[in-house]
């Protein structure tokens, strides 16, 4: 029986196998891939991993999926599109296809333009229970909508809001930036010590849109802990999962300062 609010050391495809059916709310995690799939000396089992995300995941549920492509010979090799298909083809939804983008990305020597994005999947099984949007402020707040597009003719049609007062803030966009490096990722400088963190907000701005408090967060390849403590920090129940017991050690001390505010549950 596995105890919740825990990084648990070892293969998430068998540590899975412990997780009863439909129990996990949300799922914020991001692959080794392409040239890192071999993973601090472990290998990575894709499509294992996926139908057991799919297993455990409630009906309404979401998997966020954060990964990108390399180059090689010249050519991307799109191994996120084909994990995205293979999430479709067991039967998860492909709710959102978002963009996670780096105001700090790293300047290449190449011929072609600089590499400033991954992309975060949104799966859900069936459609999602919960959505909490993230919202930004409106340009025009206050002013009278005058929005109008040409759709099937010449002619000009009026928007679904036309005449109404245009509010106050909207839903952000799918195309999400975030600040990346030292003391911008996160200001945990234990953390640096994995190659490939993902910013707090990033983690943070999912849990909240994609579950509520005392949900189960879950990260099946945990790494450095940002999931499970971005989780613990907004009142989620939390479980991850680590292969390296190098990284689970760097999680537990990030996790450590703040042990106290939750406390573990058999699930």
């Given at each position: 029986m596995l105890e919740l609010n825990k990084i648990y050391h070892g293969d998430c495809l068998e540590l899975m196998k412990d997780i009863p059916d439909n129990i996990i709310d949300l799922t914020v995690t991001s692959p080794p891939y392409d040239n890192l799939r071999t993973y601090n000396g472990f290998s990575f089992d894709f499509e294992g991993i996926a139908k057991e995300l799919y297993r455990v995941t409630k009906p309404g549920g979401v998997v966020v999926w954060v990964v990108g492509d390399a180059t090689v010979n010249g050519s991307e090799t799109l191994t996120s599109f084909k994990q995205a298909l293979f999430f479709k083809e067991i039967g998860f939804n492909v709710h959102d296809t978002m963009i996670y983008a780096k105001y700090d990305y790293m300047p290449l020597t190449h011929n072609r333009y600089e590499q400033q994005f991954e992309y975060m999947f949104i799966f859900s099984k069936g459609k999602p229970k919960t959505f909490n949007p993230i919202k930004i402020p409106t340009k025009?707040?206050?002013?009278?909508?005058?929005?109008?597009?040409?759709?099937?003719?010449?002619?000009?049609?009026?928007?679904?809001?036309?005449?109404?007062?245009?509010?106050k803030e909207k839903i952000k966009p799918n195309i999400w930036f975030y600040n990346v490096g030292k003391n911008k990722s996160t200001k945990d400088a234990l953390a640096h010590k994995h190659p490939a963190i993902f910013p707090e907000q990033l983690a943070e701005d999912h849990i909240l849109s994609w579950s509520n408090p005392g949900d189960i967060v879950f990260d099946p390849m945990a790494g450095s802990?940002?999931?499970?403590?971005?989780?613990?920090?907004?009142?989620r129940k939390y479980l991850g999962m680590e292969i390296s017991k190098e990284y689970v050690d760097i999680a537990n001390k990030r996790i450590e300062k703040h042990q106290g505010k939750t406390i573990g549950t058999l699930i």
């Open positions: 025009h707040a206050g002013r009278k909508n005058t929005t109008s597009h040409r759709r099937f003719s010449d002619d000009l049609e009026k928007g679904s809001g036309y005449g109404k007062k245009v509010k802990g940002t999931t499970c403590k971005m989780a613990m920090l907004n009142g």
